[in-house]
């Protein structure tokens, strides 16, 4: 299983980014994923996960309106728009993904099995 996460750069508040995670290796329809995100000093937080099979999706509640996750189920991609970034949305954002698809029935917690390696959003105020 491979995840490969891409998108992130450096933009000022209030710009956007899309952040793309292209999953191989698994049955894409079959997963549920999720977007963490760790700033410099600061812990790995949940901010979006979503079921494939069905397209639920919870978010963290500091990106509620300003971020929207999704999936393309035909090529594999997993993404999230990040929209009025804000300089504390900076932080090195991850993709992972549970083939079992137990991940985001309850919310962001969740021991994910796979992990891409991070993007960097970088956001300037």
């Known amino acids: 299983v491979q995840l490969q996460a891409s998108g992130g750069g450096l933009v000022q508040a209030g710009g956007s980014l899309t952040l793309s995670c292209t999953a191989s290796?698994?049955?894409?329809?079959?997963?549920?994923f999720g977007w963490f995100r760790q700033a410099p000093g600061k812990e790995r937080e949940g901010v979006s996960c979503?079921?494939?099979?069905?397209?639920?999706?919870f978010y963290k509640d500091s990106v509620k309106g300003r971020f929207t996750i999704s999936t393309d189920n035909y090529n594999n991609i997993v993404s999230l728009q990040l929209n009025n970034l804000k300089p504390e949305d900076t932080a090195v954002y991850y993709c992972a993904a549970d083939p079992a698809g137990l991940g985001c029935w309850e919310g962001l917690d969740y021991a994910y099995e796979y992990w891409g390696h991070g993007t960097l959003v970088t956001v300037s105020s």
């Open positions: 290796g698994l049955a894409f329809d079959d997963n549920s």
């Open positions: 979503i079921r494939a099979i069905d397209g639920s999706t």
